[in-house]
DNA sequence: AAAGATAGCAACCGCGATTTT
DNA sequence: AAAAATCGCGGTTGCTATCTT
């Protein structure tokens, strides 16, 4: 029913330029946030409010830090997505100068194959005696050379030793536990119900 | 050196939740 | 109370850079 703002006519798409990245931080500091399905007109993009918020939260946003994630962030994506599962969103709060979409993509890209290597399965940090499941965890792209290539990974949080979840989230004092539901099974079992 | 494969990232899209009318 | 409008989240896609052969 409802059409996509991206349909509309005179709504550019794409990647965004300097000058109309300068020109959303321009209104975005004078009238701040919020209200985005008005900001593009007022600030004179023809842009949809949808494509402003993303573009504002996840790069123009003054504090955001970008570049490289630091081993102690890694760390903290790890732990905080065994405990809530794939809510980008929630874990973001929890990291500061990172946004939501950083860090998903961070963990598709990098953290996944990292756990992988660890002979941890990244859906549900429990320990993985085989990876005849592969493609299923990383995608279609993934293959036993890749994983052979990067056994040198360095940071040694998990303990091969350990037969149950590696991450309890037990340790985390994050306030969150209590306060939100389990995280969302991933896997198709959940979904087998239909 | 060139072509193909792969990885990484920015942006798009669909949908559910929330707010407003 | 219901419908419409808007917001926000998370999955997915597509482009570009880098690597491999």
Redesign the pocket.
Known sequence: M?K?C??KKNI?????SEQEDQKLKDYISAHGE?????VPQAAGLYRC???C???W???LRPDLKRGNFGEDEEDLIIRLHALLG?????IAGRIPGRS???I???W???LQ?KLINKGVDPNNHRLHHSFSNLEKVTGA???KS?FENEQGCSDGNYNSNEDQRSWSGSDINLDLASKISPPRP?NNEANSMD
């Not at 550019?12 to 965004?16: H, N």
């Not at 919020?34 to 008005?38: R, V």
């Not at 794939?86 to 929630?90: C, E, I, V």
């Open positions: 409802k996509p991206y349909a550019k798409e794409g990647a965004w919020g209200s985005w399905h008005t409010g949808k494509s918020r993303q573009r939260l996840n790069y794939n809510r980008w969103s929630l939501d979409n950083e998903k993509n961070y598709n890209s990098h194959k792209s993934a293959t890749h991933i």
